[in-house]
């Protein structure tokens, strides 16, 4: 019987030449898929590795048992509070496939193996004797003194009450992401905790018009400046911040406000630290990640999993399913998957049939990927998975069963590269709005992306924010309401505009960086010995945004407004917009979408009276949004109450519409 065709190859014909690859790629999926359910029952089952690995009650036997999976390992010895820390008292048994296991009875050691007691694992194996936290952990800890990590039993009197928390993300028309780092979220200097961003900034998110945040540093990381993508226990979260209550308690309370929470995932690396994570766990050195040079990270001083063990896939595939089970994550956004499904991780120059598919591909990693977007549209059909690639892979988001990898959006990665480079490479006389427009529009059909002018990876140390960008040193001194700048005001018309039209193009989701939405001056630093180990530069400084004699509260109350229209007239719904004048010569963009008209003058100096383009429909139009107004910092050119009225002209057969285009400002009318 032939083989049907892919819809990923029927919808574009250029993937045809590569047919027989993507074929490929589906039968690894399905024959991977189907190995699993055959020993496991079912995809979910073999998910649940959380529940049988590390340490679990159990009620039926009532005790605990300790499992672990560390093949090439000699012998395994669980110490700690609960046996006086004596290493060679309680070892594991050794089953099949590897696996070691001890059993603590509840009546003898009810009083010693108790919530929050600390435990260690010592691994003795051919690279000798090492003490080890246990790789499903739930939770690590710091000493204050001695800063070494270690494992603690993580087994709370009472569950978490999720009662009532019906929230789930499919009841949102469109996603508004507040990517936010919970550390650097307070504006004190020091470490911000859970339970502060979910009384303090929950609210400042919810009132500023987001309805998504995008949690970055969850999983614990034991160096604070690696942003939380250099994981070492991938089922603890990051005791810096608080505990696993308060981070549910976070959740629960975002949901309560109608917010999706989405959870940063790496699993595209590991930190490559031996006695605090999975680096040589069991001695043999290829345990979780690969052997040798491929098992090294060439550029991120990391490790690489191998995809292709069962029990690496059980591992991270339980991952997924432990923060959404336990915790009520909505979706992910999985980090690096570039650099996951290429052997040289995404390091060229061309993309082309061959470099996606024939060549250089991490088929096993690909694998994965498919098996863990089917896996968390399973537990959850309405959640929502993100990729991060800047490749291109074709079907990264299409559905597994067409033959694509199974996201649901890609981040537009090309687009703040773009803003950067046109700010940095071109004065603003020299913007070509024909390829602002290409840059915008350049996602494919039915293929969901997320826009975006800036996220953390362009406001870490040694980059630079837009308004900085925009605004240079100036942003420090020059802020004051009572002040006049024209660096300023260069900087506040445009970096309104950039975010006007970047959400209103460029795709069907919107993201913003914690402060970026009120031009938040500084860069992020994390403390590191290069800074004096100091927290200047890992916070937020609300109250630049609060204080009303600064000028940061109209980019505030602008980003404010452009998420009401976008959300009132559903922007994001529609792929793409219908162009409707480029004006070089005036630098001027029009378009419509969903019904509004959009200008964009991006002149420096050139305001046309008088300005006349064509529209589909006739009427009356009237302002719904314009960048020039007083309340947002602009210079209060427009009159925001005119009435706009189309003219025919009979000969052509078209109907105008004439406004007056100032520089450097944005409108949006629609149509009474």
Not at 235 to 255: C, M, N, Q, W
Not at 291 to 319: C, M, Q
Not at 578 to 587: A, H, S, V
Request: net charge negative; hydrophobic share 35%.
């Amino acid at each position: 019987m032939q083989e049907r065709k892919l819809r990923i190859i029927q919808a574009d014909p250029w993937l045809e030449e590569a047919e027989e690859e993507i074929n490929e790629r589906y039968r690894r999926y399905r024959g991977r898929l189907t190995s699993i359910e055959t020993d496991e029952g079912s995809l979910l089952r073999f998910a649940d590795g959380y529940n049988y690995f590390g340490i679990n009650y159990n009620p039926k036997e009532k005790g605990w048992y300790y499992r672990e999976w560390a093949p090439q390992a000699e012998d395994l010895y669980l110490f700690g509070d609960f046996n006086n820390w004596q290493r060679y008292s309680h070892r594991l048994n050794r089953g099949e496939y590897g696996i070691w296991e001890i059993f603590l009875a509840e009546d003898e050691y009810k009083d010693r193996f108790t919530h929050q007691s600390k435990i260690k694992v010592l691994v003795h194996s051919e690279s000798g004797w090492q003490e080890r936290i246990p790789a499903y952990i739930r939770r690590v800890v710091q000493d204050p003194v001695t800063l070494d990590y270690t494992g603690q039993v993580w087994l709370p009197p009472k569950p978490f009450n999720w009662e009532n928390d019906k929230f789930s993300i499919g009841q949102l028309n469109e996603l508004l992401i507040y990517e936010a780092h919970t550390g650097m979220s307070q504006e004190r200097e020091g470490v911000g905790t859970f339970v502060e961003f979910a009384d303090y900034l929950i609210p400042y998110i919810k009132n500023a018009g987001y309805n998504t945040i995008q949690l970055m540093a969850v999983a614990e990381h034991p160096y604070y400046g690696s942003f939380g993508y250099h994981v070492t226990n991938f089922f603890a979260v990051s005791s810096r911040f608080g505990t696993p209550e308060d981070l549910k308690y976070l959740i629960k309370k975002a949901h309560e406000q109608g917010i999706a929470v989405i959870m940063d995932l790496v699993h595209s690396h590991a930190a490559k630290n031996t006695l605090e994570g999975l680096n040589g766990f069991d001695g043999s050195g290829h345990q979780y990640f690969h052997a040798g040079e491929r098992g090294d990270h060439p550029h991120w001083d990391s490790k690489i999993f191998d995809y292709g063990k069962t029990e690496v896939l059980r591992f991270l595939l339980s991952n997924v399913k432990f923060w959404m089970k336990e915790f009520h994550f909505d979706g992910f956004r999985l980090d690096g998957v570039t650099s996951m499904i290429y052997f040289d991780h995404g390091f060229r120059e061309v993309w082309d049939l061959n470099g996606y598919f024939k060549s250089g591909v991490e088929w096993d990693a690909i694998t994965y990927l498919q098996l863990a977007n089917t896996l968390v549209h399973k537990i959850k059909p309405k959640a929502v998975t993100i990729a991060e690639d800047v490749s291109g892979m074709p079907g990264m988001c299409r559905p597994v069963k067409e033959g694509g990898i199974g996201f649901d959006y890609r981040l537009g990665m090309a687009i703040p590269d773009y803003w950067i480079r046109i700010l940095k490479e071109k004065t603003d006389e020299e913007w070509n709005i024909h390829e602002l427009w290409h840059t915008l529009n350049d996602h494919l059909p039915s293929i969901k992306t997320i826009a975006y002018c800036e996220s953390h990876d362009q406001a870490l140390v040694g980059d630079q924010t837009l308004a900085f960008r925009l605004m240079q040193s100036e942003i420090y001194f020059r802020m004051s309401k009572d002040d006049q700048s024209i660096v300023i005001d260069r900087g506040l018309a445009l970096h309104k505009m950039i975010r006007l039209i970047t959400i209103s193009l460029g795709g069907q989701a919107y993201l913003n960086f914690i402060g970026n939405e009120f031009g938040h001056p500084d860069w992020i630093d994390f403390p590191r010995e290069g800074n004096n180990w100091s927290f200047q530069y890992a916070r937020r400084q609300w109250s630049l945004r609060e204080n009303p004699t600064l000028k940061y509260h109209f980019l505030a109350e602008f980003d404010r407004a452009m998420l009401k229209l976008v959300k009132a007239y559903h922007i994001l719904s529609e792929e793409y917009g219908m162009q409707l004048n480029m004006d070089e010569e005036n630098k001027t963009i029009v378009f419509q979408k969903q019904g509004l008209v959009f200008v964009f003058n991006f002149h420096p100096n050139r305001s046309v009276p008088g300005y006349s383009f064509q529209l589909p429909q006739p009427g009356d139009y009237i302002i719904a949004l314009n960048s020039d107004s007083i309340e947002f910092g602009g210079l209060g050119r427009i009159d925001d109450s005119q009435r706009h009225i189309t003219t025919y002209d009979a000969k052509s057969k078209v109907h105008w519409l004439t406004i007056y285009n100032t520089n450097r400002t944005a409108q949006v009318f629609r149509r009474v």
